[in-house]
């Protein structure tokens, strides 16, 4: 069941369903994979529980997640939408929980700010991403005001400082932080010195051991009471 601001599904209503992957006992669900084909070409992937309740579903255009992608809760009730272009997301993916609208993103083919919220609409994951690949900035949230894992990308790989903390006492974790220049961990001496040389490196500061960090402000501009983009008939065509 889909709101009714939702498009329809990318698979076609007469699309056959194949079983072709089959998950038992020992994971958190069990499901079954089906392939969606038509006129024999696949055009879509479903996820069903044992019952035959969908939980996951997205199209398919020449092997590449194309269309459509969207994810269900354990009531029927549609948890995430986006759209996705030869793999790679594009336009308002959307975020609901227990049919309430917690928040949303924009992605323009790929390229964007990824922002997964809480049931209360709080921060938990925000993931800067370019064509998909790691861009920027991870960070994993508690509570909209501290941190307690963060990590620096550039054209995906591990480009920067990572540090984690201690939940309970806000100091950094054993071994932390740690230093990458092009995915190569180095040292700190070694990160500094590459720092002066490379402006993609984000400087050390002696403050950013602390967990606290702003919020982006991404979030603020993508969650209820404001209202998302409506997408256009072809999503295909959204610029941001």
């Not at 069903?48 to 194309?66: F, P, S, T």
């Not at 996705?84 to 336009?91: A, D, L, Q, Y």
């Not at 921060?123 to 960070?139: D, I, T, V, W």
């Not at 040389?197 to 960090?213: K, S």
């Amino acid at each position: 069941m889909l709101p009714p601001d939702c498009a329809p599904s990318s698979i076609p209503e007469d699309a056959e369903e194949v079983l072709i992957e089959t998950h038992g006992p020992g994971r958190l669900k069990a499901d079954l994979v089906f392939v969606c084909r038509r006129d024999g070409k696949d055009v879509g992937v479903r996820q069903r529980l044992a019952n035959g309740r969908l939980i996951r579903e997205h199209g398919l255009r020449d092997g590449k997640h194309h269309g459509w992608d969207r994810e269900w809760d354990d009531d029927g009730r549609l948890a995430f939408e986006s759209f996705r272009v030869n793999n790679v997301e594009h336009g308002v993916c959307r975020q609901w929980y227990e049919g309430r609208l917690v928040g949303w993103y924009l992605m323009d083919h790929g390229t964007g700010v990824d922002l997964w919220r809480d049931a209360d609409g709080m921060l938990q994951e925000e993931r800067h991403l370019k064509h998909q690949g790691r861009h920027g900035y991870e960070r994993w949230w508690t509570n909209n005001t501290t941190i307690w894992w963060e990590q620096h990308f550039h054209e995906n790989r591990e480009h920067g400082i990572e540090r984690k903390w201690l939940k309970e006492h806000g100091r950094v974790s054993r071994g932390y932080p740690r230093y990458y220049v092009h995915g190569e961990r180095v040292s700190k001496r070694q990160y500094l010195s590459a720092a002066k040389r490379d402006p993609t490196l984000p400087p050390y500061r002696p403050e950013d051991d602390r967990p606290e960090r702003p919020l982006p402000p991404e979030y603020f501009a993508t969650q209820p009471p404001a209202v998302p983009p409506t997408m256009p008939a072809n999503p295909e065509e959204w610029r941001s």
